[in-house]
Every structure is written in C-alpha cells, then in structure tokens.
C-alpha cells in the first residue's frame, strides 16, 4: 500500500513538473516574440538615417536648371546678387573681382577665389573649384553653354521692361535655393514701402526728370521702359520726353536736346566714374547749354552713384539706396 502510494506521488511530481516546464517555454516564447516585433516598428528604416539632397527646378531666361538647396560651393558674377547673398548672411567662394564695386570690397581678396572679369570668366579656375550652382546675368549671357558644362548655371538679370517684377522675381529665387524665404519677404516688404513713399511724393511734385549716362565726353538719354527707366515707370516722376527710344545703351543727344527739353531734374550715371576711366561726368554736363534749363538753375541736376546704378543694380541692398538716393532729390 505504501509503495502504491509512493509511486502515485512520484508520477505527480514529474506531471507538476513537466506542466511547470511546458508553461515556462511558452511564456519566453511569447516574451521574445513580443519583444522583437516592438523593435521592428520602432527602429526607422536605414534609408531614412541617410541625409536627402533636396533640389528644385529654377527657371530662367536661358533655359531650366536643376539645383541642389543650399549649395556650398557658390560662384557669382553679377554684383546686384552678390550684394543681396551678402545681405541675407549667404557665403560665396567665388567672384568677378575685376570692377567690384567698394561696399562689396571685402570680396576682392581671401578667401574667395577670382573667376576672371565680367565678360571673360576664368573657365579652368571656375572648373577647379567644381561650383554647386553658378549665378550670371546679362554681360555673361554668351557664355552661358560653357558655365553650364561646368556646373548648374542660373541666370539672374533684371528685364528693364519689368525691372521691379523681375529683381523680385530673382530675390524670391534665392530666398527659395538658400532657405531665406523669410528673410527675403522682410528685404522687398520694405523697397515696396519706400518706393510707394516715393511714388507718392513724386506724384504730388508734379515735376519732370531726363535720365542721361555719360562716357568718354558723350550722353545718352534713357526713358520709360529702358534701362534706368524705372524712374519713371515705377518711382512715378513724370518723363520729360515719353519718345526716348528704349534700349540697354541708351538713346544718344545733344547737349541741346537737353536744353531745349528743359527737364525739371536731370539725373545723371557716370559710366566712367564706374569703371575707373574717362572725365567726370559734372565736366561734361555742366556746360553753357546745360546751365540755361531748370535743372541746373533750381540745383536739381543729381549725380547718382554709379556703383549702384551702373554695377550692381538688381540687388536687396542697391536697389534700396536708389529709391533713397531719388526720393532725396525730389522736393
């Protein structure tokens, strides 16, 4: 009876165990089970670790160009985007030395590299520095297939037609390649409200103005529609000849041409000045003929900065001085 009793005993002992076994496997079982599907969902895949080269389409007078978002190695040849990638704290590594005007002078030496002049680019050094993006504008329009082979390349010159639209137009570009949206929003907020200040102002004076360039001893005109035409066509002073032919060189006249028009402000570019040669633009003007128009006689003739004017229009920073400069020359 007892070993009866001591045989059942045993085979419920290695039942409880076997049961207790079988129990613990299942539950380590499930535990890992559970564990590595957590993990799965969790950890990102490896391809969402790896950074993303953002890029977008720039479309532009020349053709579409397809560019990485914020480029590092940056060439410039038009010192009005120069001047605007200087204002929104953007860093370039190359520039058209030659010319540069002086409130951009920190860009003639170290550490950024020389890519020739404005109209004969430094191709070899421009390729040794193999640029992310180049940026051009009217003077290296010929030139544009050659950059292009080098590095995407994205023209960036004002339309005298539309001079206002187009810089916008430019601005808003590279707001959207350097992720200065913001930034850029803030710069032409305020050239919109200093030239409605001053399209007001010019308005209500009711006076006229003619718009001369000289170089080497001789003038052109420009009027609505042209080159520095947007005096008029949007700062509002009234055109003293509407019949100015319309071009990037200018309309060639006489000193009696001015006389006899008789503008109310005569504003003046000196090319020479700009470029380092030539005789100052007050010699030239400042004649017997000149002397008899209102201009001259009421102390309304203006000599604009050339830089600005001549060099580096279509920028953030010199497009606000010549709506400055204009506005404190009307009365």
Partial sequence: MMMKRAVWLLVALVAIIALLVACGTDSADEASAGTGSDVESEQPQADSLQPQSEELTVTH???????????????????????????????????????????????????????????????????EMEPDLIIISGRQTEVYDQLADIAPTVFM???????????????????????????????????????????????????????????????????????????????????????????????????????????????????????GEGEAAKQVIENDLVKKTKAYQNDNIIYLDPNNWYLSGGGLVSVMEMVKEVDEAIQ
Avoid: C, W
């Fill in 61 to 127: 007078e020349l053709g579409e160009t397809t560019v990485k978002k914020n480029p590092e190695t940056v060439v410039v040849f038009d010192f009005g985007i120069l001047d605007s990638l200087d204002k929104l704290g953007v860093e370039v590594a190359g520039v058209a030395q030659d010319s540069l005007p002086p409130y951009l002078s920190q860009y003639e030496a170290d550490p950024y590299e020389n890519i020739g002049s404005l109209k004969e680019p430094d191709f070899e050094k421009i390729a």
């Fill in 157 to 275: 010159g004002v339309d005298f037609e539309n001079y206002i639209e187009s810089f916008k137009h430019n601005m808003t570009t590279l707001g959207e390649i350097f992720d200065k949206q913001s930034e850029v929003e803030a710069e032409l907020q305020a050239i919109d409200d200093a030239i409605n200040a001053l399209h007001e102002k010019a308005s209500a004076s009711g006076k006229n103005a003619l718009i001369v360039l000289t170089t080497g001893g001789k003038v052109s005109a420009y009027g609505p529609g042209s080159r520095f035409g947007f005096v008029h066509d949007v700062f509002g002073i009234a055109a003293v000849d509407e019949n100015i032919e319309a071009s990037t060189h200018g309309q060639s006249i006489s000193f009696e041409y001015i006389a006899e028009k008789d503008p109310d402000y005569l504003f003046v570019i000196d090319r020479d000045s700009a470029i």
